[in-house]
């Protein structure tokens, strides 16, 4: 029987046909490729934009091979051929079943598999394994979490496939660890780095300009990537503080667009004022900015004084903080951050960022960064400051890559 979600995407498939190549890719229903591949498997937008650099690098360095970048949703799809145009080649990733990724493997005949952060998937690892294709993970993560629940639910199945892998190369230090402690050869981990230091960060000027025209205070503090309940949170300290923060705008982001709608109805029911990106009219009495427009968030980091990173203040784990670091700006986490451990740890160690442990915190530390533009620009430059330092993980895998196939 088809996977429920499977079975869901044929019935849309009948009358769509982006849906048709979307299912026939996922169950190999591909053409041959007779030219040389380096197939490159990014999930979605967001590891799709972190391999972009080490991507670039491998079409330079193999002008004889063709680029195969494989995504699993519809919006990392339209990112690839948005990014590279004909530079590269796009399917859809296959379903992880022997039979359609062996069909799919002989169609497409790799030269090599890379594979990014947390795609560990077993019967695609085993057969390019049986087949002597390099299989390779990089920009490989893995929080004390989810070793744990590997360890829980299939201990032997992890330490099996992570040894059929060519090489690991993990973001840091911990994950490095972790791999080894789930099973893996020390000899096939590296400490290669983080390839999201690499990224060409800047924002778009015409969205910029446009946001800019929005803001009627002369202090602003953005909050990225906010999920269910954070909003509230900040909502409920920000009316508490209002007085003392005199003139500034918030900036509010939600991670996922089909909450845009319920955050600005929050905001409604707590009688804020508020206007949206979307609108794009201008309010001189505006308190809160929905920012509910996509590709967008380098342009709102660019504009603030002061980045707070959602996903933190309830059990998400936190999202990235490198874009705001990029930008010379002070960074604001709450107290979960485990997606970003490393960075967070090391971010506030550099005095580049500012850790709190609620809301209420967290508009305190806001209050005092508002009123010291000194700290804030200590603050950023430091966190600018570690960005760069960080850089070189994008060339040295697109090296390991040359080597495999030499």
Known sequence: MLPFSLARLFLKSINNPHYRKRI???????INIPVPIIWVH????GELRAATVVIDQIIDNHPDHRVLVTTTTPT???????YFQQRVLHFYFPIDVPIIINRYINKINPSICVLLETEIWPNLIYSLNRKDIPVILVNARLSARSLSKYQRLAKKLSKQTLNQLTLIAAQNNNSAQRFVEMGANKEKVLVAGNIKFDQVIESNITSTEQIKALINKPKVVVFASTHKGEES?????????????GDTLLIIIPRHPERFSEVYRLAKKNKLKIIKRSSNEPNNEAEILIGDSMGEMMSYFEVCDIAFIGGSLNNT????????????KPIIFGPNVFNFSEISSSLVSNNGAIQVNNEDELFIVIMRLINNQEERQELGLNAHKFFNNQQGASKLIAGRVKSLLQ
């Open 233 to 245: 949170k900040i909502m409920s300290s920000y009316i508490n503080n209002k007085e003392s923060l």
């Open 76 to 82: 990392g799809s339209k990112a690839v051929t948005d």
């Open 317 to 328: 784990g936190g999202h990235n903080m490198l874009e705001p670091a990029a930008l010379s």
């Open 24 to 30: 026939s890719e996922r169950l190999a229903l591909i």
């Open 42 to 45: 990014c999930v979605s937008v």
